[in-house]
């Protein structure tokens, strides 16, 4: 069954905590991408990874980090230097180039902060 | 930042009415246009896209209509039904191998019953 799995649904993360949320694709995308969403408002790109071991800083990078070291695999982490993390997170996946090129997205992880 | 301004914020409709979204753009170098739709605590998936070489498409009761010299697009649901209430994202991509997506601030719909 293919899809964009993102874990976990649910993160708190205390003050001075990095925290990571965790998304893996099995649909051979080579493009990721995570958003952010605050309610009300449209989504916010943070980061994006167009091919393994390579990502570009989205519109609101500061505070997070992420790597790519897998093509399945693209987790974020939320630094303490994040000062307001709470927020819904989602992650998405596409095929740069193609016909449709549709972003397809994760079922999203909310993050509160305790 | 490349921006796509997306009005009304919210809209209320009347089941059986018809829904209309507007989108506004000025990056000419955009060349893909998709409209996503999103339930509550739920991601985006992808309800319709358009190409500026087209003027107009439809998808079952959706219609995507597309006006390249005014830099707009809009989407329109027909028969609006009650299971439609949802929040609705434009979104805009640069051609020439870009990716990423610059979307709209959405739209909540309620469609009563």
């Known amino acids: 069954d293919g899809g964009i799995t993102q874990s976990p649904k649910y993160l708190f993360r205390k003050e001075g905590q990095n925290v990571t949320l965790s998304c893996e694709q099995n649909?051979?995308?080579?493009?990721m991408y995570w958003y952010r969403q605050d309610p009300g408002q449209g989504l916010r790109l943070i980061y994006y990874?167009?091919?393994?071991?390579?990502?570009q800083k989205g519109d609101i990078a500061e505070g997070y980090s992420v790597s790519r070291e897998k093509k399945e695999s693209f987790p974020l982490t939320v630094t303490s230097a994040q000062k307001n993390p709470t927020a819904f997170y989602l992650c998405?996946?596409?095929?740069?180039?193609?016909?449709?090129?549709?972003?397809?997205f994760g079922p999203g992880t909310r993050l509160l902060v305790l | 930042q490349q921006q796509v301004k997306q009005s009304p914020q919210s809209l209320i409709v009347q089941k059986g009415g018809i829904s209309i979204i507007n989108c506004a753009y000025e990056?000419?170098?955009?060349?893909?246009f998709p409209w996503y739709q999103q339930f509550p605590g739920k991601g985006p998936a992808l309800l319709i896209a358009?190409?500026?070489?087209?003027s107009e498409k439809k998808e079952g009761r959706f219609t995507i209509s597309f006006n390249k010299s005014a830099k707009q697009f809009s989407l329109h649901i027909m028969d609006s039904q009650p299971g439609d209430s949802a929040t609705y994202f434009c979104?805009?991509?640069?051609?020439?191998?870009?990716?990423?997506?610059?979307f709209g601030e959405g739209t909540q719909l309620t469609v009563n019953p």
């Open positions: 998405a996946s596409s095929t740069p180039g193609a016909v449709q090129e549709t972003q397809y």
């Open positions: 649909l051979n995308h080579d493009a």
């Open positions: 990874s167009q091919i393994v071991n390579d990502f």
């Open positions: 990056n000419t170098a955009f060349d893909y």
């Open positions: 358009i190409r500026p070489d087209v």
């Open positions: 979104a805009a991509k640069e051609g020439f191998g870009g990716s990423r997506l610059t």
